[in-house]
């Protein structure tokens, strides 16, 4: 594997970790451990700035190149991950605090 090979499976890591992160944070949500659940996206979000830097150098790496850009079905792939594990998390973190939100005040309408 070289050495853009290697950077685009750690964007594929960072992002399938960030994701795995982000849906565990919504089971926390079943179990009403909202503490927890916005911990773990606190955790989804760092690997979230591992892939968009790594993609940063990726993107940086190619402009500083002349000639024309190849981007193959290994990088497009990274993009795929990448940008559904944001959107999944970005989803799941509105979840979070939705039903934190209505959790409250049914307990507080039955206090």
Do not use: P
């Amino acid at each position: 594997m070289n050495e853009n090979e290697l950077a685009i499976v750690k964007i594929i890591s960072s992002s399938g970790e960030n994701k795995a992160k982000a849906f565990e944070a919504l089971k926390c949500v079943k179990t009403k451990e909202f503490n927890k659940a916005r911990e773990l996206i606190k955790e989804s979000r760092h690997l979230d700035l591992e892939a968009h830097n790594m993609q940063t150098q990726w993107i940086q790496q190619e402009m500083s190149q002349e000639g024309e850009s190849v981007v193959g079905m290994l990088m497009v792939h990274a993009q795929d991950h990448y940008m559904t594990s944001q959107l999944a998390r970005d989803l799941i973190e509105e979840l979070v605090e939705v039903f934190d939100h209505l959790f409250s005040k049914v307990n507080d309408t039955l206090n």
